[in-house]
């Protein structure tokens, strides 16, 4: 059984009713301020004629308005709560202070986690992140081969010659001056990669188990595609139809079967000359598919077996706020630096009835039974304890998977649950974050989802090691 996070990172309010909501005018929830110079945070809102408003800072009351300005005299990480109510409810938000001497520019450019590359010939516009472009004396250049090549905000990089080249990003204002290097390879065409993923990250093995009648379902990872088409084949032979990226594959009998993708780039023939034509790039990648000759209620609970679960094979969580944090309330000891060790830390935890954070989206945990649980209908199979607190509540994701090899290993097929907001028009499916490895200690940990958007999970002194 795996328990994936979940969590807004935009309104972490739940909509019902007439409940108050809270946006705030800063997309991570952190402000930085100078000392002595004053703060004004104005978020907006929904549904709260006739509220109360009420900022807190250790509990205290410092504000009972819509909108908070504060001045603070001395440097440090302050957090302020936010909460409102109505006669239907109330909204909360935390967010961070960071009050600083000197506010020199900040520089993020979120870069794919295999480099950059960009084709020859080819316009590229960079626009990156920069915090504190409106403090007094801002300006940007950017450099290449020593050269000003730019002072815009965004700069559009085209190379026709092969080769890695370092786009330099100089970025100043009265408070100081903070460079950043890019290092971008131009090449012919792009690396593409087309690949099926293990089970989770510690399996090795891509092969999928199933019984007969059972559906898998197969979608690639892809990387370089802007525009890819796709085609099937099954012990090879073509399956008309099937152009989507996810395949629904469903064996009829017992037996192994090599299921196959090609994946193509869909872009218009290029002619090399009057008599040649370029054709498509095209990947292929297969992957095993065995139907067991066994039935699904083999592994159904035995006399003996336990209601409880007896295993956690697997702790992997995402950067958080509760993740390498060693006060009662994550209850780490900074000694959870391989999987091993984390397996055994999430393992003693839930053996005393605490809680296990999976952190940010895309954390997760892997436990297991003793047995296999049938699904019973509309009735409650198994249940997942989690924070309680409304907008908050964990595990977002839940997907089971069934021991159908028979080794014990969590590298079966697995399976999500539909969940509450399943089907609804705001909900995304299939939706990646990437986080990138931070350069140094005490540092935010930054990421890019699978549809552009960017920002950082904080770096919290008052909870991280």
Known sequence: MLFTSCNKDEVITEEVGGQPIIELDSETGIYTVKVDHELTIAPTYQNVED??????????????????????????????????????????????????????????????S???????????????????????GFKIEWVREGKIVSTENTYTF????????????????????????????????????????TPSYLQTSTDRYTFADR??????????????????????????????????????????????????????????????????????????????????????????????????????????????ETSTIGGMTGNETSPEAAVAWATQRLKDKLHVSLGSFGGYIIVGFDHSIPNSGNQYDFCVQGNAFDGSSEPGIVWVMQDINGNGLPDDEWYELKGSEAGKEETIQNFEVTYYRPEGKKMDVQWISSDGRNGWVDYLSAYHT
């Open 51 to 112: 509220a109360l408003f009420a900022w807190t800072i250790d509990g205290t009351l410092v504000s009972s308005g819509p909108s908070l300005q504060r001045t603070w005299n001395e440097c440090g990480d302050f957090y302020v709560k936010l909460r409102v109510d109505n006669a239907e409810g109330y909204a909360e938000e935390e967010l961070k202070v960071e009050v600083k001497e000197l506010t020199p520019p900040v520089i993020s450019l979120a870069l794919p």
């Open 114 to 136: 295999q480099g950059l590359k960009v084709v020859r010939n080819t316009d590229y516009t960079f626009t990156p992140d920069i915090q504190h472009s409106d403090v007094e």
């Open 215 to 324: 559906p898998v379902f197969l979608r690639p990872l892809l990387e370089y595609f802007d525009n890819p088409r796709f085609e099937w084949s099954v012990d090879g032979q073509v399956m008309e139809g099937e152009v989507e990226r996810m395949f629904k594959f469903t064996p009829s009998a017992p037996g192994e079967y090599t299921v196959s993708c090609t994946v193509s780039e869909d872009t218009p023939t290029e002619k090399i000359s009057r008599n040649i034509d370029k054709g498509k790039t095209a990947v292929t990648a297969t992957v095993k598919v065995v139907c067991v000759d066994k039935k699904e209620q083999d592994g159904f609970r035995a006399s003996g077996s336990s209601k409880l679960w007896n295993k956690v094979y697997e702790y992997t969580p995402a950067p958080g706020q509760f993740i390498n």
């Open 158 to 197: 085209n190379e026709k010659e092969l080769g890695v080249y370092t786009v330099t990003i100089n970025a100043s204002n009265i408070d100081g001056t903070t460079t950043k290097d890019v290092s971008v390879e131009v090449v012919e065409t792009m690396p593409y990669v087309v690949k099926f993923p």
